[in-house]
């Protein structure tokens, strides 16, 4: 990719519900009905109202099966200027036995496509896992990217692996909250990692990728987490050379 800007993408992962029914089945979810409520009436509405502010355009990851329970609220993301981009149907891995795979892939590109009105250009598959079928599948039906993987700072073809007329657009592990909310880290201390991580990857002209979830728990949605967020977004807007992104635009730049 040729670098005449420096890359800043904002990804959100929207995973409420279908985390725990995948884990523990529907009808094992005490209060079930309340399950996925705090990802879409607090976190989401705190996390978007934050990218508003700062006029930044998200590409948000959406499982067919959330999409389908809240297809108002997806819309209206869409409305807003975010990217929908597919996330899986219901959290499945990709690469589990008796995956059934085109067949959810089809059905989370129907669902999107029918909802936002425009079909989904990126992937982001479950828990980062594909099959060898994955890629093919995705570029059989229209996918200009996927976003999947961590093995490289910038943007790659997929031709080679699949995925023909593919870009992949790699997420950094260390730039996801999950990674480090998940341990039980202050946001002061995930803060300073992730300014650290950031000013290396700047100097070196690479892309910037920013993994966010609306969760209380391994996500950014909580108040101080929100609050710690907007002043890393403020500082990041001021550094050389950047420019904020979404993941289709920034696989569309490499591809040109």
Same mark, same amino acid.
């Given at each position: 990719? /040729?670098? %005449?800007? @420096? ?22 979810? $005490? ?16 996390? $978007?109202?934050?990218? +508003?502010?700062?006029? @930044? ?16 609220? @997806?819309?209206?993301? &869409? ?7 597919? !996330? ?15 067949? #959810?892939?089809?059905? %989370? ?13 990126? $992937? ?5 896992? #594909?099959?060898?079928? /994955?890629?093919?599948?995705?570029? &059989? ?9 961590? +093995? ?22 260390? #730039?996801?909250?999950? %990674? ?5 880290? %202050? !946001? ?11 000013? &290396?990857?700047?100097?070196? !002209?690479?892309?910037?990728?920013? /993994?966010?979830?609306?969760?209380? +728990? ?25 420019? $904020?992104? /979404? ?10």
């Amino acid at each position: 990719m /040729t670098v %005449t800007t @420096i890359p800043v993408s904002v990804s959100v992962n929207l995973q409420g519900k279908t985390v725990e029914q995948r884990q523990l089945g529907e009808d094992a979810l $005490f209060g079930r009905a309340s399950y996925g409520k705090y990802a879409y009436a607090v976190g989401c509405e705190r996390l $978007f109202a934050l990218l +508003d502010r700062h006029g @930044i355009k998200a590409t948000v990851f959406v499982p067919g099966a959330e999409a389908e329970a809240n297809p108002d609220y @997806i819309a209206a993301l &869409a409305a807003r200027g975010h990217e929908i981009a597919a !996330h899986g149907w219901a959290m499945e891995e990709m690469d589990a036995t008796g995956i059934d795979e085109w067949a #959810l892939l089809e059905r %989370t590109h129907a669902t999107l496509e029918r909802i936002v009105g425009r079909a989904p250009r990126g $992937f982001r598959a479950p828990h980062g896992r #594909l099959s060898e079928r /994955t890629l093919g599948h995705l570029a &059989a039906l229209g996918y200009r990217y996927d976003a999947s993987f961590q +093995d490289d700072d910038r943007p790659y073809a997929l031709d080679a692996d699949g995925g023909v007329g593919m870009i992949e657009v790699p997420q950094s592990e260390i #730039l996801i909250d999950a %990674t480090l909310y998940a341990q039980r880290q %202050t !946001h002061d201390r995930v803060m300073k990692t992730w300014r650290e991580e950031i000013e &290396a990857m700047h100097r070196e !002209h690479c892309l910037i990728s920013l /993994t966010l979830h609306p969760r209380s +728990d391994y996500g950014s949605a909580r108040a101080s987490r929100i609050a710690a967020l907007d002043h890393l977004l403020a500082w990041v807007r001021g550094l050389s050379g950047t420019s $904020f992104m /979404t993941l289709e635009q920034v696989a569309d730049s490499a591809r040109a």
